[in-house]
């Protein structure tokens, strides 16, 4: 992506996630350690701009230059694996929200309707 247009850390993590259709959504813990490691091997340098590091290309980063990872996901993943994976993970920030703000009675009725909900997904497996 730095050879596209220079970039912040946090731009790079959404912008990953973006094109990987949020399969890889890398934290920052893993960014700004690699982004520093491209830099002392001169790969990258970053410039400061309103208090973030705006990284960027060198020549010698651009000769090292190949083609993205994400790629080679678009090709391996179908289409509803990311409509499933968003489920997922909407599903699972609802019982987030429940765990920590819910009542007694609304933790049981969640995990009633988790445990069958995994049940029914099991079924549709079972079906062929």
Not at 29 to 39: D, N
Not at 46 to 70: C, I, M, Q, S, V
């Amino acid at each position: 992506m730095l050879a596209e247009r220079p970039m912040h850390g946090y731009e790079i993590i959404q912008e990953i996630a973006k094109r990987t259709g949020g399969v890889w959504s890398p934290s920052p813990g893993s960014v700004y350690p690699t982004l520093q490691m491209l830099a002392d091997e001169g790969l990258v340098s970053a410039l400061e701009e309103g208090g973030k590091k705006l990284f960027t290309l060198t020549e010698h980063g651009r000769a090292e230059h190949t083609a993205p990872p994400w790629h080679d996901i678009d090709i391996q993943l179908d289409p509803v694996d990311g409509e499933l994976r968003t489920a997922v993970r909407l599903l699972g920030a609802a019982m987030e929200q429940i765990s920590h703000a819910g009542t007694p009675e609304q933790k049981t009725r969640a995990a009633e309707l988790y445990n069958e909900l995994r049940r029914k997904l099991y079924a549709i497996l079972a079906e062929e």
